[in-house]
C-alpha cells in the first residue's frame, strides 16, 4: 500500500507570524494595522472617514469571519471580508482601487516573507522519496496562489503532486472536501492518506474522520499536545520522514 502525506502549511511548515518581526525590524506596521491602514486610506481619500470607524467594521467582519471559518468551514475570500467591511460602512470603491488593496492585502506574506519551520523542507524532501505528497491548508488571507507562490521561493513546490487550499475549494478543514481534493486529484482512496497538521479539530480529527491516519506537529504550535488523539506527535521535522514511514507499516 502507497500511503499519501498531506500537509498543512500554517505552523506545520509555516512559522505562522514570523514575518512580524521582520516588519518590526523595518519599521514597518504589522500586517493587521497595514491591512486596515490601506482600507481606510482609499476611503479617506474618496470621501473623509475616521480611521475608528474603519477600524470597527474591520472587528465586525473579521468577527463574523471567524464564526463562519469556525462554525461552517468556509474561508471567505479577502473581496469578500472586505466586501462585509465596505457594506458595514455603507460605502464603496471604484473597481480598480478595490482590486489593488485586495492585492495588497493577499501579497503580503509573499513580499515580507514568514519563515520555514526548521528542517520542513528537508523532512519534505525525504519523504517525497517515498510518497506522493500534498498540501490541505486554509488561506485566511493569502490565497492558493500564493501559497503556491512561498512554497515556490523555499523551493519545495514541485515536491507536492496536488493542492487542496479553502480559498479554491470552497470550504475549509476539516470540511472533508478538503480531503477529497486530493483523494480526487491523486486517485488514491481517502484511508490510505496520512495528515501531518498542528490543530487537533482541523488536522487530527477532520481526518480521522474519514479514516486517515494523522500525526499531530507540536514543534511550533504545541497548544494540543497534552489533549490530542492523534496517531503520533512529531516535535521536530528531523522526525518526521520515520513518524510517517512507522504509520505506513502499520
Same mark, same amino acid.
Given at each position: ?14 512559522? &505562522?507570524?514570523?514575518? !512580524? ?8 506596521? #504589522?500586517?493587521?494595522? !497595514? ?11 474618496? %470621501? ?28 471567505? #475570500? ?16 471604484? !473597481? ?18 514568514? &519563515? ?32 503556491? %507562490?512561498?512554497?515556490? *521561493? ?31 486529484? *491523486?486517485?488514491?482512496?481517502?484511508? &490510505? ?6 490543530? !487537533? ?37 528531523? &522526525? ?6 512507522? *504509520?505506513?507499516?502499520?
Amino acid at each position: 500500500m502507497t500511503y499519501v502525506v498531506t500537509f498543512d502549511l500554517w505552523d506545520t511548515i509555516i512559522h &505562522d507570524d514570523s514575518d !512580524e518581526a521582520k516588519r518590526r525590524k523595518q519599521g514597518l506596521r #504589522t500586517k493587521r494595522e !497595514e491591512r486596515r491602514y490601506l482600507l481606510w486610506e482609499a476611503l479617506n481619500r474618496q %470621501q473623509r472617514i475616521s480611521r475608528d470607524t474603519v477600524w470597527l467594521a474591520c472587528d465586525t467582519a473579521d468577527a463574523a469571519f471567524n464564526r463562519v471559518w469556525r462554525q461552517q468551514s468556509v474561508t471567505w #475570500t479577502v473581496r469578500d471580508r472586505l466586501g462585509v467591511v465596505l457594506d458595514e460602512l455603507g460605502r464603496t470603491l471604484p !473597481e480598480n482601487t478595490f482590486t489593488r488593496i485586495i492585492q495588497d492585502y493577499e501579497e503580503m506574506e509573499i513580499k515580507i516573507t514568514p &519563515d520555514i519551520i526548521e528542517g520542513a523542507a528537508d523532512s519534505v524532501r525525504d519523504l517525497a522519496k517515498d510518497f506522493r505528497l500534498a498540501v490541505v491548508s486554509d488561506a485566511i488571507v493569502s490565497p492558493g496562489r500564493c501559497l503556491r %507562490q512561498w512554497l515556490d *521561493l523555499h523551493e519545495i513546490l514541485d515536491c507536492f503532486q496536488s493542492f487542496a487550499f479553502s480559498d479554491e475549494v470552497g470550504h475549509s478543514k476539516p470540511h472533508p472536501d478538503m480531503f477529497s481534493k486530493v483523494s480526487g486529484d *491523486l486517485d488514491v482512496p481517502i484511508v &490510505d492518506m496520512i495528515h501531518v497538521g498542528d490543530r !487537533e479539530h482541523n488536522d487530527i480529527q477532520g481526518p480521522h474522520a474519514l479514516g486517515m491516519k494523522a500525526v499531530l506537529f507540536s514543534g511550533t504550535r504545541d497548544n494540543d499536545r497534552k489533549n490530542t488523539n492523534a496517531d503520533a506527535i512529531c516535535n521536530h521535522h528531523r &522526525d518526521l520522514p520515520s513518524i510517517v514511514r512507522q *504509520l505506513a507499516d502499520h
